[in-house]
């Protein structure tokens, strides 16, 4: 693993060579975007969510091509729903690397790329849950995670930044706890009275964050479901062939 190229993350040198503004780009799987510290702070479905699949996993766990191919599809769709068109891209489609049984029991697609600016981890147990981790490449500062006030318009910028939220839609970020090494809360999703809801954020109520003042991960579910909730994901086995009739 190269030397760190700043406090808590393990992204190899030559990722700071080339041009900030680089148009998407593929990340190794032995990029760290959070401090030891701070993973070890974090629930610990969030912590799996955040550990690349080993090489045998990922082997073990290679789905029949034909699922493979509409999983990755259909993945990069639900995603678009969510996220903001520039940082998504067709060559995520092919980035995406499906595994049975990797994550918490459930299947899952896997993808690490950096664009304009920013690298990016993200893991999908296909349509009820992902979790989204970003960093910027060069912070030009971190926040402190004892401050309250930063903390929740870094958060805030950052969800504006990245979330395809309805103009009507009112978020409010809330900071639940600040501890040494990592800072977590909530975002809420209110929704007015009356007036259309767009289909992918009908019940999506909040986004769980957790940030270590520079990096954010955030854990969307369309279910409502929660890192400690018994089930959080679901255990369909959606990879796999179906049997030879």
């Not at 994550?103 to 849950?129: K, T």
Request: hydrophobic content about 40%.
């Amino acid at each position: 693993m190269s030397p760190q190229c700043y406090p808590g993350a393990g992204l190899p040198h030559r990722f700071f060579d080339t041009p900030i503004n680089l148009w998407f780009q593929r990340l190794p799987a032995d990029c760290t975007f959070l401090s030891q510290n701070a993973i070890a702070e974090l629930p610990p479905l969030v912590r799996k969510a955040l550990a690349w699949p080993s090489k045998e996993t990922i082997e073990q766990g290679r789905p029949e091509a034909k699922n493979a191919g509409r999983a990755q599809c259909s993945t990069v769709i639900w995603l678009g729903l969510y996220l903001q068109q520039e940082w998504l891209n067709d060559k995520l489609e092919s980035w995406l690397v499906p595994v049975m049984d990797s994550f918490a029991g459930a299947d899952a697609l896997w993808v690490r790329y950096r664009h304009e600016g920013y690298a990016f981890h993200v893991v999908s147990d296909h349509e009820q849950v992902f979790v989204l981790c970003v960093r910027p490449l060069k912070p030009e500062h971190t926040v402190s995670i004892q401050n309250a006030d930063e903390i929740k318009k870094f958060v805030s910028n950052t969800v504006a930044k990245l979330f395809k939220l309805p103009d009507f839609v009112r978020t409010d970020c809330s900071v639940t706890s600040c501890r040494r090494a990592i800072a977590s809360g909530t975002v809420s999703v209110n929704y007015p009275p009356e007036g259309h809801i767009a289909q992918q954020w009908r019940k999506v109520r909040q986004i769980l964050w957790w940030t270590d003042g520079c990096a954010v991960v955030f854990w969307v579910s369309a279910e409502g479901h929660k890192p400690g909730d018994q089930g959080a994901l679901s255990r369909s086995r959606w990879l796999y062939p179906k049997k030879a009739k």
